[in-house]
């Protein structure tokens, strides 16, 4: 199967136009959204259009913002716990100025844990936002938005045993941010490490992420229907399969990867 060139794949991956999801790789697949348990959605939905410039996703059915490269759906349902705690430890933004987003977070009195020279070798910070949300940033001062979807952060043992299941499975390019192994498609950098380990205690094991803070990542695939058909001839066990959902006219399947994270397939939330 034929790849993209690198330098057009690096394109479509940084330079999202707009609130608008990039343009899919040769499977019909790009970055779609990441959906949210939260206690507040009004509370979140105004933190991420305050904060990072997010626009009001508006259709019944879908609560939610847009921000350039992935849109975040939000359900109102207490978390069983935080992120941090899960496989999908946390997600990333790439900023137009890191002191600009940390100065206005601490002044709305959330808090800022680190900050510290990214592995890339950029200014980076963690936020903590409502429901153990963690939020990683990365400066990038060339950038012309506030902020962009930038990363998913994964953290398990065998983390390049992840990192190579998502490039099998959904043709992900192979590269490295920094010392940390990655693999991208469009719209999104998927980063893969081994749990920190956190002074004598041993690491903990990471749960999977449905119920969490971070409930699943959504990926926009063309033709969803033959994508599907596809992974269950891989032995992918469907926890809900392929159905359209008229209402909003977005056809979904849902399934769990190996390692825990929850993973919706969706197509048609494009138009949004």
Same mark, same amino acid.
């Given at each position: 199967?034929?790849?993209?060139?690198?330098?057009?794949? !690096?394109?479509?991956?940084?330079? %999202?136009?707009?609130?608008?999801?990039?343009?899919? $790789?040769?499977?019909?697949?790009?970055? &779609?959204?990441?959906?949210?348990?939260?206690?507040?959605?009004?509370?979140?939905?105004?933190?991420?259009?305050?904060?990072?410039?997010?626009?009001?996703?508006?259709?019944?059915?879908?609560?939610?913002?847009?921000? /350039?490269?992935?849109?975040?759906?939000?359900?109102?349902?207490?978390?069983?716990? /935080?992120?941090?705690?899960?496989?999908?430890?946390?997600?990333?933004?790439?900023?137009?100025?890191?002191?600009?987003?940390?100065?206005?977070?601490?002044?709305? &009195?959330?808090? =800022?844990?680190?900050?510290?020279? &990214?592995? !890339?070798?950029? /200014? $980076?910070? #963690?936020?903590?936002?409502?429901?153990?949300?963690?939020?990683?940033?990365?400066?990038?001062?060339?950038? *012309?938005?506030?902020?962009?979807?930038?990363?998913?952060? #994964?953290?398990? %043992?065998?983390?390049?045993?992840?990192?190579?299941? #998502?490039?099998?499975?959904?043709?992900?390019?192979?590269?490295?941010?920094?010392?940390?192994?990655? +693999?991208?498609?469009?719209?999104?950098?998927?980063?893969? $490490?081994? /749990?920190?380990?956190?002074? %004598?205690?041993? =690491?903990?094991?990471?749960?999977?992420?449905?119920?969490?803070?971070?409930?699943?990542?959504?990926?926009?695939?063309? $033709?969803?229907? !033959?994508?599907?058909?596809?992974?269950?001839?891989?032995?992918?066990? @469907?926890?809900?399969?392929?159905?359209?959902? *008229?209402?909003?006219? =977005? +056809?979904?399947? @849902? @399934?769990?990867?190996?390692?825990?994270?929850?993973?919706?397939?969706?197509? &048609?939330?494009?138009? #949004?």
């Amino acid at each position: 199967m034929k790849r993209l060139p690198l330098v057009l794949l !690096a394109m479509v991956i940084i330079a %999202p136009v707009g609130a608008q999801l990039v343009p899919p $790789n040769e499977l019909g697949l790009a970055m &779609g959204h990441v959906h949210l348990n939260v206690s507040d959605v009004e509370l979140h939905r105004q933190i991420w259009i305050n904060h990072f410039d997010a626009v009001p996703l508006e259709h019944e059915g879908l609560t939610g913002v847009k921000i /350039p490269g992935m849109i975040l759906l939000f359900r109102q349902q207490e978390p069983t716990g /935080p992120s941090q705690e899960t496989v999908l430890d946390h997600f990333g933004l790439k900023v137009r100025s890191r002191a600009e987003i940390v100065d206005r977070w601490r002044a709305a &009195g959330m808090e =800022v844990p680190f900050e510290f020279t &990214g592995a !890339a070798g950029f /200014p $980076n910070a #963690y936020l903590q936002a409502p429901d153990g949300l963690r939020i990683e940033l990365q400066q990038d001062i060339e950038q *012309p938005e506030l902020a962009i979807a930038h990363h998913l952060h #994964y953290m398990k %043992p065998d983390h390049l045993t992840v990192r190579q299941w #998502y490039i099998d499975t959904f043709s992900a390019v192979a590269s490295t941010r920094g010392r940390i192994q990655t +693999a991208d498609i469009p719209g999104m950098n998927l980063s893969f $490490n081994p /749990p920190r380990q956190r002074g %004598p205690d041993p =690491v903990p094991t990471r749960v999977g992420t449905r119920g969490r803070t971070i409930d699943h990542i959504g990926f926009e695939v063309s $033709n969803l229907e !033959a994508f599907c058909k596809q992974l269950e001839a891989k032995g992918i066990v @469907f926890d809900r399969p392929y159905r359209e959902n *008229p209402d909003i006219g =977005v +056809a979904t399947a @849902f @399934f769990t990867d190996p390692f825990g994270v929850y993973v919706e397939l969706t197509e &048609g939330l494009r138009q #949004y």
